[in-house]
């Protein structure tokens, strides 16, 4: 499964887009390319999920480029609620990885008044 | 909406005690999966099962084990608690064919005295 990285944490205010990007240079061309949000003493929830191009959900947005090794998860208007830990992963279907999800560090998103 | 339910969301047991964490989703996934949160690592797989009776060992499987005798339902056991156990341990459940879209529990916080 293709590592990822991302920033550990970003700073941003109630109003602004924000946009929080992603490595994975490993990326096999199976995987897709999935971003989970966790709050404080709850597990993880799946936000989207893409392969290439663009995705949009009444969420966020995922932006792929052609070559797949990164990737950018736009959340637009934040508020104070969207505070939270965001996931970055890339892995193929429950068939041919073995169920095997890497969640990395994530990234500490902390929105202000 | 799918859910996915855990025994307890505080747990307090002492060393050398044995533990069942419970875990049961009611949307009749075949995949369920248990993670471990500490700080500063993310989450870390520790076993899943592809279907009853049927276990996989994760990335962290050394002092648990598991048990899926029922399709909706995935224990965690420790089988002789330790300190350095003392974790959030969450849940996950995903359908067969799934690219990755995990659904998760709230978590037990467990503190190993």
């Known amino acids: 499964l293709a590592k990822t990285t991302q920033p550990i944490s970003m700073d941003s205010y109630e109003g602004q887009e924000v946009n929080i990007t992603c490595s994975h240079n490993?990326?096999?061309?199976?995987?897709?390319i999935t971003w989970y949000q966790q709050f404080p003493s709850q597990g993880p929830r799946f936000i989207i999920q893409?392969?290439?191009t663009k995705v949009t959900n009444e969420v966020a947005s995922l932006f792929i480029p052609a070559d797949r090794k990164s990737s950018t998860l736009s959340l637009p208007r934040v508020s104070l609620s969207d505070t939270a830990v965001y996931y970055c992963?890339?892995?193929?279907?429950?068939?041919?990885?073995?169920?095997?999800?890497?969640f990395g560090q994530g990234t500490e998103l902390s929105v202000k008044p | 909406d799918v859910k996915v339910t855990q025994s307890s969301r505080y747990l307090v047991k002492r060393t050398g005690e044995k533990v069942f964490l419970e875990c049961v989703q009611d949307?009749?996934?075949?995949?369920m999966f248990w993670y471990r949160q500490d700080p500063g690592l993310g989450l870390r797989l520790i076993y899943f099962?592809?279907?009853?009776?049927?276990?996989e060992k994760g990335d962290i499987p050394e002092g648990y084990s598991v048990s899926r005798e029922k399709k909706e339902r995935f224990s965690l056991i420790l089988e002789s608690a330790s300190t350095n156990q003392t974790s959030m341990y969450l849940c996950a459940s995903i359908p067969t064919g799934s690219s990755y879209e995990q659904y998760f529990g709230p978590g037990t916080r467990l503190t190993v005295t």
């Open positions: 893409g392969y290439k």
């Open positions: 992963l890339v892995g193929g279907t429950i068939y041919n990885q073995g169920g095997k999800l890497i």
């Open positions: 490993n990326i096999a061309t199976n995987d897709y």
């Open positions: 099962s592809y279907d009853v009776k049927m276990k």
């Open positions: 949307m009749d996934h075949e995949n």
